[in-house]
Nanobody, 123 residues
């Protein structure tokens, strides 16, 4: 199994930016499509963004499209989520995930999950 560790979360104000990182160990990320999901208290875990194994294909939830950018560095074995123009509704625990599908838009596509990192956006 691949072990995933998220970092980069924190407390920011409306309009600020954060860059989340997901570092992998145990397996190379080049074999996995990667995704970011988030979960707010009392809410279901929701899809945020995904990137294909080679990094050429990306998809975003409508709520973050144009503000968030997912990228990967297979040499560093790390995936990133650049979050700009953050809004209070972006407040959640953010999880990275790895799956064997080419790209994955739902949690069913992913077998490996990190522990999550908290992102809090104040108005």
């Amino acid at each position: 199994q691949v072990q995933l560790v998220e970092s980069g979360g924190g407390l920011v104000q409306d309009g600020d930016s954060l860059r989340l990182s997901c570092a992998a160990s145990g397996r190379t990320l080049s074999s996995y499509a990667m995704g970011w999901f988030r979960q707010a208290p009392g809410k279901e875990r929701e899809f945020v963004a995904t990137i294909s194994r080679g990094g050429s294909i990306t998809y975003y939830a409508d709520s973050v499209k144009g503000r968030f950018t997912i990228s990967r560095d297979n040499v560093k074995n790390t995936v990133y989520l650049q979050m700009n123009s953050l809004k209070p509704e972006d407040t959640a625990v953010y999880y990275c995930a790895a799956g064997k599908s080419s790209v994955g838009l739902t949690i069913l596509a992913y077998d490996n999950w990190g522990q999550g990192t908290q992102v809090s956006v104040s108005s």
